[in-house]
């Protein structure tokens, strides 16, 4: 992982994988960074012996501060909270993705979504009352046919636990982000 920094300063590489025992595995493809509300810590997603983890890099120091390690089969598309006190993302168990929240001082795991649609690209919204995300699930598919059409954005309220779709067309909807004051979402679409 390497900054870029503003012209004419220096930089040097934060994190490096498979070259050392600490971080076995950067993948590539699913590797996600997600900077703490503070700017003080990067979060990261990576493997080392044999475990998936998230690590919380400070950036000042260069080194990791805390290992997070959820009970999933793997992680990806990380997403600190407003709040800087948790992190959303995309972890496989039993075969799905679903969105999973950990808790950054005591690890503890909540699973989000619970179902056979893959559910990934947690975004917070400003004031941490809801996440988007982006899913698979809509009118094009059919999870007991194993049938997945294509991708929409769909709403996680932290209040009460619901989810709904935000989005449900033909076209590809995904990447959702969240204007500053909380009124817009933007998102990357094939339409």
């Known amino acids: 992982i390497w900054p870029l920094l503003r012209p004419g300063t220096s930089s040097n590489l934060w994190v490096q994988g498979e070259r050392r025992g600490t971080f076995e595995t950067l993948r590539f493809l699913y590797t996600s960074l997600a900077w703490s509300p503070d700017s003080r810590h990067l979060a990261f997603n990576a493997k080392a012996g044999g475990e998936n983890a998230i690590y919380l890099l400070e950036i000042h120091s260069g080194k990791v501060a805390q290992k997070l390690v959820p009970a999933v089969a793997s992680i990806s ?7 800087n006190r948790s992190i959303a993302f995309t972890g496989t168990h039993n075969g799905q993705e679903d969105l999973y929240l950990i808790n950054i001082e005591d690890q503890t795991l909540a699973q989000l979504t619970d179902d056979l649609y893959s559910n990934r690209h947690p975004s917070w ?20 046919e194993l049938k997945f059409g294509p991708s929409n954005l769909a709403m996680y309220e932290m209040a009460s636990g619901n989810s709904y779709q ?26």
């Open 125 to 144: 919204s400003p004031d941490g009352q809801a996440i988007a995300f982006m899913t698979d699930a809509g009118q094009f598919s059919d999870a007991a």
């Open 77 to 83: 598309f990380l997403a600190w909270s407003p709040d």
């Open 166 to 191: 935000l989005t449900d067309t033909s076209a590809n909807d995904f990447t959702p982000v969240w204007s500053p004051d909380g009124s817009t979402l933007a998102f990357i679409s094939d339409r």
